[in-house]
Protein backbone atom coordinates (compact mmCIF):
# COMPACT_ATOMS: atom_id res chain seq x y z
CA UNK A 1 0.00 0.00 0.00
CA UNK A 2 1.20 3.60 -0.55
CA UNK A 3 -0.11 7.02 0.55
CA UNK A 4 -0.41 10.11 -2.01
CA UNK A 5 -0.69 13.33 -1.08
CA UNK A 6 -3.52 14.15 -4.17
CA UNK A 7 -4.30 18.15 -5.74
CA UNK A 8 -7.49 18.61 -8.14
CA UNK A 9 -6.99 21.93 -10.49
CA UNK A 10 -9.02 23.53 -8.04
CA UNK A 11 -6.31 22.84 -5.54
CA UNK A 12 -7.68 21.24 -3.19
CA UNK A 13 -5.41 19.17 -1.35
CA UNK A 14 -6.27 15.81 -0.38
CA UNK A 15 -4.52 11.73 0.75
CA UNK A 16 -5.49 8.23 -0.70
CA UNK A 17 -4.18 5.15 -0.28
CA UNK A 18 -3.62 3.12 -3.42
CA UNK A 19 -2.20 -0.80 -3.66
CA UNK A 20 0.80 0.93 -5.64
CA UNK A 21 2.02 3.57 -7.82
CA UNK A 22 0.41 1.57 -11.48
CA UNK A 23 -2.91 1.49 -9.43
CA UNK A 24 -2.80 5.35 -9.24
CA UNK A 25 -1.72 5.82 -12.55
CA UNK A 26 -4.53 3.36 -13.75
CA UNK A 27 -7.52 5.02 -11.93
CA UNK A 28 -6.34 8.46 -13.09
CA UNK A 29 -6.26 7.63 -16.47
CA UNK A 30 -9.68 5.92 -16.00
CA UNK A 31 -10.89 9.76 -14.81
CA UNK A 32 -12.18 6.99 -11.72
CA UNK A 33 -10.27 9.50 -9.45
CA UNK A 34 -12.06 12.62 -8.12
CA UNK A 35 -11.46 15.57 -5.28
CA UNK A 36 -13.40 14.95 -2.33
CA UNK A 37 -14.25 18.56 -1.90
CA UNK A 38 -15.27 19.78 -5.32
CA UNK A 39 -15.40 16.15 -7.45
CA UNK A 40 -13.01 17.89 -10.26
CA UNK A 41 -11.79 14.40 -12.10
CA UNK A 42 -8.55 16.35 -12.77
CA UNK A 43 -6.30 14.46 -10.35
CA UNK A 44 -2.35 14.77 -9.76
CA UNK A 45 -0.23 13.82 -6.93
CA UNK A 46 1.80 16.11 -5.07
CA UNK A 47 5.11 16.75 -3.46
CA UNK A 48 5.43 13.67 -0.68
CA UNK A 49 7.95 13.19 2.24
CA UNK A 50 8.90 9.54 2.94
CA UNK A 51 8.97 8.12 6.05
CA UNK A 52 12.30 7.34 7.87
CA UNK A 53 12.99 6.06 11.13
CA UNK A 54 16.64 6.50 12.51
CA UNK A 55 15.54 5.80 15.87
CA UNK A 56 15.57 2.18 18.07
CA UNK A 57 13.96 3.82 20.69
CA UNK A 58 10.70 1.49 21.44
CA UNK A 59 8.87 5.15 21.93
CA UNK A 60 10.43 7.11 19.19
CA UNK A 61 8.55 10.20 17.49
CA UNK A 62 7.95 8.30 14.09
CA UNK A 63 4.76 6.13 16.14
CA UNK A 64 3.92 9.46 18.16
CA UNK A 65 3.41 11.46 14.65
CA UNK A 66 1.98 8.57 12.71
CA UNK A 67 -0.69 7.99 15.97
CA UNK A 68 -1.36 11.61 15.79
CA UNK A 69 -1.78 11.59 11.71
CA UNK A 70 -3.85 8.28 11.74
CA UNK A 71 -6.27 10.72 14.39
CA UNK A 72 -6.23 13.38 11.84
CA UNK A 73 -6.73 11.23 8.80
CA UNK A 74 -9.71 9.33 11.22
CA UNK A 75 -11.08 12.32 12.12
CA UNK A 76 -11.85 14.04 8.53
CA UNK A 77 -12.89 10.30 7.17
CA UNK A 78 -15.51 10.98 10.04
CA UNK A 79 -16.54 14.67 9.80
CA UNK A 80 -16.73 12.66 6.04
CA UNK A 81 -18.91 10.27 7.04
CA UNK A 82 -21.70 12.53 9.29
CA UNK A 83 -21.79 14.79 6.45
CA UNK A 84 -23.04 11.89 3.94
CA UNK A 85 -25.62 10.11 6.84
CA UNK A 86 -27.16 13.78 7.50
CA UNK A 87 -27.08 14.62 3.93
CA UNK A 88 -27.67 11.29 1.66
CA UNK A 89 -29.98 8.42 1.91
CA UNK A 90 -28.93 5.36 3.13
CA UNK A 91 -29.72 2.93 0.87
CA UNK A 92 -28.22 -0.53 2.09
CA UNK A 93 -27.88 -3.44 -0.38
CA UNK A 94 -29.83 -1.69 -2.40
CA UNK A 95 -27.16 0.85 -3.64
CA UNK A 96 -26.38 -1.07 -7.59
CA UNK A 97 -30.23 -1.01 -8.22
CA UNK A 98 -30.85 2.66 -6.85
CA UNK A 99 -27.98 4.07 -8.48
CA UNK A 100 -29.21 2.90 -11.62
CA UNK A 101 -32.78 4.27 -11.05
CA UNK A 102 -31.27 7.96 -10.19
CA UNK A 103 -28.72 7.28 -13.20
CA UNK A 104 -30.81 6.34 -16.16
CA UNK A 105 -33.82 9.08 -14.77
CA UNK A 106 -31.86 12.71 -15.78
CA UNK A 107 -34.72 14.49 -13.81
CA UNK A 108 -34.06 12.36 -10.29
CA UNK A 109 -31.31 14.64 -8.06
CA UNK A 110 -31.64 12.19 -5.24
CA UNK A 111 -28.28 11.59 -3.32
CA UNK A 112 -27.73 8.10 -1.64
CA UNK A 113 -25.31 5.73 -0.09
CA UNK A 114 -24.98 2.65 0.60
CA UNK A 115 -23.04 -1.14 -0.02
CA UNK A 116 -22.04 -2.40 -3.31
CA UNK A 117 -19.99 -5.61 -3.99
CA UNK A 118 -16.59 -5.57 -6.22
CA UNK A 119 -18.64 -7.43 -9.07
CA UNK A 120 -21.46 -4.63 -8.74
CA UNK A 121 -18.96 -1.71 -9.12
CA UNK A 122 -17.22 -3.21 -12.03
CA UNK A 123 -20.96 -3.47 -13.76
CA UNK A 124 -22.02 -0.19 -13.14
CA UNK A 125 -18.25 1.57 -13.92
CA UNK A 126 -19.17 -0.19 -17.45
CA UNK A 127 -22.48 1.18 -18.32
CA UNK A 128 -20.51 4.49 -17.04
CA UNK A 129 -21.81 5.34 -13.63
CA UNK A 130 -19.28 7.24 -11.13
CA UNK A 131 -18.73 5.74 -8.42
CA UNK A 132 -16.58 7.20 -5.01
CA UNK A 133 -15.46 4.09 -2.24
CA UNK A 134 -15.05 6.04 1.05
CA UNK A 135 -13.40 4.19 3.91
CA UNK A 136 -16.01 3.70 6.23
CA UNK A 137 -14.42 4.71 9.47
CA UNK A 138 -16.22 3.17 12.98
CA UNK A 139 -17.84 6.15 14.97
CA UNK A 140 -17.38 4.04 18.48
CA UNK A 141 -13.45 2.67 17.97
Request: charged share 35%; glycine share 2%; net charge positive.
Amino acid sequence: MIKYNLKCENNHEFESWFADSKEFEKLNSRKLLECIFCNSKKISKTIMAPMVSISNNKHNNEFQINEYELNREKQKLLKLRNYIEKNFEYVGKDFSKKVREIFYDKKNKKTIYGIASNEERDELREEGIDLLSIPWVDKDN
